[in-house]
């Protein structure tokens, strides 16, 4: 057996053979979603990004329902009942299309219909999981805010009272799928501590104008939030939470896909750099040929098997036992930051050619900026732990 595994070819995109890790059935989903992005989303990528607009997003969200990815790794109401490891490949192969592919179902499934999921009433779940889960509804997440941050509880945006009803009032910035959203999950400041609302996002008093010029997540609907007297009735809040812990919790699982999603970028951008290094010819060979170009591609390589080999042991892990939050800012830290650097370094190998929507690596590198910095910065996954390592918050 070993010399028959000996004398096979090796595969320049999987040299450790990460691949024979995976069950069959993990490498169908694997496969499936990687055939829909190729057929469906490919061929159009770089314009949605180059023009700053998905076209037919609600369609697109129907399709990736009908494939059973949004809400995968959740169970019941129309969700798919997936592993871990199963959403962490899907992740992989949408953010190998696009990171903004890749947020929208992230957002929708781990904090929108996370959050409706784990801590919404029965009445919550019966309403709006079926429709996210199919892809005809679509959801947001409002936690951040223009001066809050990676400080969630100095948000401003508060719940009060009015008879039997709830008046919310504030404002969330760069929300993933804000403006063609039909709910949003929206986190307030209450008498009672921090709370979480389901709102409908055609409620009087709520808009979500785009937000515009953004040279990052091109291909992704990122909006602002503003509630203005916003009129919701007591049963709106999520019965089953009080505190940061809510949108925290929501924030893992999304953190989790993220650093499966990472390397999906940073492959498409590795076999773009390989494939042109092997064609490019100057001084009479392939710049593939040359001592510097192959230390480059031997080094991305080597990080971007390191990171998928850390996702992949974070997924078995949270399968059969659930992960700590240090271990998920591991990944989300490490892997983001090997990802942007493999990105910028397929970019020196292909020169100029690097800059161009013809190629993947400026649009994945773009995008990376933003996912370098969403659902936590380098700076606060770095703390996160640093307090694990020390014992000691040196954030508060």
Avoid at 6 to 12: I, S
Avoid at 191 to 217: C, N, Q, W, Y
Avoid at 322 to 333: A, H, N, T, Y
């Amino acid at each position: 057996m070993h010399a028959q595994n000996a004398g096979r070819p090796a595969d320049p995109l999987d040299l450790l053979d990460i691949d024979t890790l995976l069950t069959p059935d993990e490498r169908a989903v694997r496969d499936s979603v990687r055939t829909f992005c190729d057929r469906r989303v490919e061929p159009h990528i770089a314009e949605w990004f180059e023009r700053g607009a998905v076209e037919d997003i609600r369609g697109l969200t129907k399709e990736l329902g009908d494939l059973g990815l949004l809400g995968m790794h959740l169970e019941g109401y129309g969700c798919a009942g997936m592993s871990a490891v199963d959403y962490g490949l899907a992740c992989l192969e949408l953010e190998a299309t696009d990171s903004g592919l890749r947020s929208l179902v992230s957002v929708q499934g781990s904090l929108a219909m996370y959050a409706i999921w784990a801590f919404g009433s029965e009445e919550h779940k019966e309403q709006w999981l079926p429709r996210l889960a199919a892809g005809s509804a679509i959801g947001c997440f409002g936690l951040t805010e223009p001066d809050s941050g990676s400080d969630p509880g100095s948000m401003r945006t508060a719940a009060r009272r009015d008879g039997d009803d709830w008046i919310l009032d504030g404002r969330k910035m760069w929300i993933t799928n804000g403006s063609v959203a039909d709910v949003a999950v929206v986190w307030a400041r209450t008498d009672d501590g921090i709370r979480g609302f389901v709102v409908p996002t055609d409620t009087p008093g709520f808009s979500a104008p785009a937000i515009k010029h953004k040279m990052s997540l091109r291909a992704s609907v990122t909006s602002e939030l503003v509630l203005d007297s916003v009129r919701l009735p007591g049963n709106a809040v999520l019965p089953e939470v009080r505190g940061l812990k809510g949108p925290l919790s929501c924030l893992n699982e999304a953190r989790y896909g993220i650093a499966w999603g990472a390397m999906g970028a940073a492959r498409s951008s590795f076999r773009a750099a390989l494939a042109y290094a092997g064609d490019r010819v100057q001084f009479g060979r392939p710049i593939s040929g040359f001592q510097l170009t192959q230390a480059k591609l031997t080094d991305m390589a080597i990080e971007l098997a390191k990171g998928t080999l850390l996702a992949f042991h974070l997924g078995r892990a949270k399968d059969e036992r659930g992960l700590r939050p240090e271990q998920v800012s591991f990944g989300k830290l490490n892997n983001t930051r090997s990802a942007l650097e493999i990105c910028r370094t397929a970019r020196t190998i292909m020169g100029a050619n690097g800059i161009s929507l013809e190629y993947p690596v400026i649009r994945h590198a773009n995008n990376l900026e933003s996912i370098l910095t969403y659902e936590g910065t380098v700076e606060m996954h770095t703390l996160m732990i640093g307090q694990a390592l020390t014992g000691q918050a040196a954030f508060r």
